[in-house]
């Protein structure tokens, strides 16, 4: 049996990866801030008979990072996959953005990632099929009036990947990046109020395109997945 690591457990996106991948049989950790939702999630998937372990942190909390390795690999013993998942949002001009909120979005979106990826590298060696899959967004490769400093945080995100995938061949540690759309999650509803609920990318969607990364063979390497809307803008090359 694998373990996972999952941030952002608690809901969206990261909600459904977690379910998807207690249906496979993997060993889950649940990386959330909310302690009411981390603690329904963990019963649910009991429920569903599987393994996992709630952690709750602040991923802007520099002291995170080795928390979650440390307390993972104490209850399961092993790491193989980590799924990069945790993100805040807030829209707001250039302008009218202040150095808080900046820094806020840089550190979850951002630097969590990096640093946790790091701090996962040495376990994830040991790993017999080892993977990093770091979920970013369209704004990583396009821009968005009005989201500045969420745009330029999923960009750095886009940026380290990229260098990670690189880094890390040597070591047989598969990297992907998934770059959805406009998804049904709080976080859309909150910064696009504009967008029909019923034109969105569900979470279980993205759950699914996880699931084949996880399980696939052979040599090829899927570098990055882009998912797009069915209403909204076509694939431009």
Known sequence: MSTVI?????????????LKLTD?????????RNVKQLTILEDEIKQKGGEC??????????????????ESYFQFGE??????????????SIED???ATWDLLHAVNARAPFFLSKAAIPYLKKSN????????SVVGFKGYVNQAAYVSSKHALTGFT?????????????VHLISPGGVNTEMIQEMRPDIDVEQLIQPEEIAELVEFLVTRKGNGIVDQLYIRRKIGEAFDG
């Not at 496979?24 to 959330?32: I, Q, R, S, T």
């Not at 372990?53 to 002291?63: A, G, P, Q, R, T």
């Not at 099929?129 to 970013?136: Q, V, Y």
């Open 6 to 18: 999952v941030t952002g457990a608690t809901r969206g996106i990261g909600k459904a990866i977690a």
């Open 24 to 32: 496979l049989k993997f060993n889950v950790v649940l990386v959330g």
């Open 53 to 70: 372990i709630s952690v709750k942190v602040d991923l802007s909390d520099k002291s995170s990072f080795g928390k979650i390795i440390k």
């Open 79 to 92: 790491i193989d996959v980590l799924i990069n998942n945790a993100g805040l949002a807030q829209a707001g």
């Open 97 to 99: 953005t202040d150095i």
């Open 129 to 136: 099929n080892p993977i990093i899959i770091n979920i970013s």
């Open 162 to 174: 990229k260098v990670l995938a690189k880094e890390v061949q040597k070591d047989g540690i598969k």
